[in-house]
């Protein structure tokens, strides 16, 4: 991999190549992007630093790896127009339902291709980056993408009949936890505190208590029972969320993407 290219510069792909960019992961002069408007496109690039390309076909000259960021429903599309211009090269796929095996119905064998999913919090250099295993870049390359990927957040592994499941509670769990901390914010307003006050102690508790899960790597449980004094306040406020059934919510939400 030595220049970038990416198709479609919607808000995943502006978090990508500013978080690949500003990591140093990769020099902004290796870094082209198509998309349809162009003077959005212009703007983005003054901002992040790319370089635009006014074509798919200008794109495809100037990258020998690109990533798929556009609407799932425009790929067939792009892959009708770029056709033979995808020739050798290496194919990063960030869109919903493209995975490796859908791909296959539609790229020659000349085109290596890797599907990822990303989440919003790469925005922030905090993203969790599911490769599916499944894959027919060469070893090379992939350790390169898969370095690229880390500078943006956590790089994980997963076979292809788990990435669903894996992208819908890494993928759709930000607005899960940016509705609780809505919600949070809105009891704490409620007695009383600033809003801004609120969501900025409520989104720092929520990263405190993630950040020492990772680092300690005990069961959840175990840590929720440590702030848990025999009858005392955070007990009471645990066992509200039981009775009015927090945890089965938390579950109900999966399950409705998972089964639709």
Not at 1 to 26: D, S, T, V, Y
Not at 28 to 51: C, D, H, M, W
Not at 78 to 89: R, T
Not at 101 to 115: D, E, P, S
Request: net charge neutral; hydrophobic share 45%.
């Amino acid at each position: 991999m030595n220049k970038l290219g990416f198709i479609g510069m919607g808000n995943m792909a502006q978090a990508l190549a500013e978080g690949f960019i500003k990591a140093g992961a990769i020099d902004k002069a290796k870094v082209f992007a198509f998309a349809p408007n162009q003077a959005k496109l212009k703007k983005n690039s003054e901002r992040i630093g790319f370089t635009p390309c006014a074509t798919l076909t200008e794109l495809a000259a100037a990258a020998d790896t690109l990533i798929m960021a556009c609407k799932p429903y425009q790929i067939e599309s792009v892959l009708a127009e770029l056709g033979n211009k995808l020739d050798g090269k290496a194919l990063i796929s960030i869109a919903a339902g493209w995975d490796y095996a859908k791909y296959q119905q539609h790229l020659k064998t000349a085109t290596r291709l890797q599907f990822i999913m990303p989440n919003t919090p790469a925005m922030v250099g905090e993203g969790v980056l599911l490769f599916e295993e499944t894959n027919s870049l060469n070893a090379g390359e992939r350790a390169k993408i898969m370095q690229l990927f880390a500078a943006v957040g956590l790089v994980q592994e997963l076979p292809s009949s788990l990435m669903g499941i894996g992208g819908t509670v890494t993928g759709c769990g930000p607005a899960f936890v940016d509705l609780m901390i809505e919600a949070y914010g809105d009891a704490a307003v409620k007695y009383g505190m600033k809003r801004a006050d609120a969501y900025r102690l409520i989104s720092q508790m929520i990263l405190g208590s993630a950040k020492l899960q990772l680092a300690t790597g005990e069961h959840p449980g175990v840590l929720k029972d440590n702030v848990c004094s025999p009858a005392g306040t955070t007990i009471r406020g645990v066992t509200a969320l039981e009775e009015n059934g927090f945890r089965n919510a938390c579950v109900k939400s999966v399950e409705a993407i998972m089964e639709r």
